[in-house]
């Protein structure tokens, strides 16, 4: 498990009301209509799914998983005890959604196969620690994100399973950086960078039927004041690190901020590519979740 922010690794937790700590808002503007959006305060599981693939079934993948996810949280009728726990949780979610994706796919075929790639938030608040706070699980395969925003600073906490990947974590994940807030491949200083810019919509691993042993956890122990994004890469390809920063941090709720960043998103997507090289048509998704003092 990758973490961030010393998250407490057997903190035991506690079910809050969640409108007592949480706002939530999510925003969604459709292209191709692959992109599901999860929000259950009730058992505080968040998540985006971009469905991908070229067999048509995309959307019903991302659906598929968005409701063994949601399912999977809610037999659980108070939050995890450990981060443990709530990481076994998400990876048997993965599971159940990696089979009925599978099962969809055995339904087409002679079809290309389909699949979603996933973004997931399992947050809860730990009861025994000298400075409780919240802690967030998370899971990802593909190319749907989690970010922080911290102290007006945007952290990206997730790693793209990228087409053009690095055997070192720390190197694809400067990677990462560099390409975030490029404008264009101009902007960047070496072939493999360059490459990896103009490939950037491709990826290697997603939720396919086929396993989800690829998907990486991370945690951390989040803040009051802290706001926490998932977006699809309709939103992170097309907007660069700091634009993003600067919409999520200017809006005074969770829901403004997933509709300006969506906006912008969405504009800059229906932009020519030749005058403005970040631009991808594509689906734009994503949830914002500020956590209050509770």
Known sequence: MTSAGGPPTDAEAG????????????????????????????????????????????????????????????????PPTTVRQAQRLLAQALAEADEAIAEMNRQHVGERSDATTAAIALIFRPVRLAHPGYVAVLATLGDSRVQLLRDGHLHTLTLDHSAIGDPDPASAKDRQDRLDEAQSWDDLLTPLDKAAFTQRHLICCALDGTGHDDARFYALRLVAGDRLLIDSDGVHDNLR???LAALAASASSPQQAADSVADAAWERSNQDPQSEPRAKPDDVSIVVIDVNAG
């Open 15 to 78: 079910a809050f009301p969640a409108d007592q700590w949480l706002e939530v808002g999510r925003s969604r503007r459709d292209l191709h209509t692959e992109d599901r959006v999860l929000v259950n305060v009730g058992v505080q599981v968040f998540g985006v799914f971009d469905g991908v693939g070229s067999g048509g079934h995309g959307a019903q993948a991302a659906r598929l998983a968005l409701d063994a996810v949601e399912a999977a949280a809610a037999r659980h009728p108070v």
């Open 241 to 243: 690190g700091n634009e």
